[in-house]
């Protein structure tokens, strides 16, 4: 290759001006540590093997240009992950999420992680698509943060049958295992326990909300004396459904909650009582809160008593559970079949059999007409609904 000094001299006259070789000189020199840097090996590998787009297959080459020489180890992972059953899709998807595997010692780091998983009871098909999902897990310690974490979790997920719930955790949110557990896992679940979550519960928070599981101390406590300042008192069973909704929704999002119950008549001291009895309310879509208000206060008539006395009956579904009942007792007030008028909310508390028993079946002179009203609700409505889609 020539020398810089040895280049043909370009005049005025040349084809390119001074001005117009300068930039191409500048991209040439700047890009040639990249081009030096870069494994072509390992970028064919990726980008012919793996399907990586060139420009990333580019980067990772130049990040593991000083452990990765040729592609002999990357492909022994790949030889690994084909002995254990993976499609190429698993294994791509693997490489995608984690590339850092690829330079991985199969024997002393991958294979031990696996066959404790697998120990585990997760296999086959199963195993791909958490790998594939969660191939990160594979660069932590097996000894200081794998095993000791799935101990602590698997304590708190009692009657977990096959490590099912585990893994539907973990799938979630493997993350869970990245931390050494006594740095935040086993301090906040110590803190859960001292604020009465224990058991049943402690199961449930972990299964919808993990993240608080490794949150700051801080900001935990934070959120238990938010919780407590809403008027929900650690002694009861209703905390912690409060601190799961409230650690997922922001002040700002409660608050536009508190704006579209104070729009149908509501007082914030209502919306309160109503949510320290229905924890969940908040995080209800504000489409179904409107339709439920719609319903009950504007169809059904019913007093916006009714509804802070029995917020859970507006997390009902409208068209498959509320309109569907209240058609049928409609038919039965017409015809005075009913001796009692039942009260509408506990005929909405009712399962589908009992409902059916009690308001159908019995009634054998009507009961093709009431299970027309009925069922003919519900077949009307996801007709509607499919000559809505595109």
Known sequence: MKSVNSLPILHHNNLFSH????????????????????N??????????????KPQAQSLSIRFSSRIRSPENPQSVIRYFQSLGFSESIIRSSVHVCPQILISNVDKTLKPKIEFFQELGLVGSDLGKFISRNSVILTYSLSKKLIPCTQVLSKILVNDNNNEELFRVLNKCGWLLSRYPDSRLLSNIAYLE????????????????????????????????????LGFSVDS????????????????TFGKK???????????????RMFRRAPVLPRVSEKKLMLGFEFFLNKAELSKEVLVR??????????????PRYEVLQILKSKRL????PSFISVLNFTEEEFLEKFVSRFRDDAEELLVAYKGHLLDSSSSSEEEEP
């Open 19 to 38: 001005t117009t070789i300068k930039p191409i000189f500048s991209f040439f020199f700047s890009s040639l540590p990249r081009i030096q840097n870069s």
């Open 40 to 53: 072509f090996q390992f970028f064919n590998f990726l980008t012919e093997t793996l399907n990586f787009p």
């Open 194 to 229: 001292s604020c009465g979550i224990v058991g049943s519960q402690l199961t449930m928070l972990l299964k919808r909300q993990p993240r608080i599981f490794i949150m700051e101390d801080s900001k935990l406590k934070g959120l238990v004396s938010r919780v407590s300042d």
């Open 237 to 252: 069973r209703m905390f912690v459904h409060g601190l799961h909704t409230v650690s997922g929704l922001s002040e700002e």
């Open 258 to 272: 508190l704006d579209l119950f104070r729009s149908f008549g509501f007082t914030k001291d209502e919306y309160m």
């Open 310 to 323: 029995a917020p859970w009956c507006l997390m009902l579904s409208i068209e498959e559970r509320v309109i």
């Open 338 to 341: 009913l001796k009692k008028e």
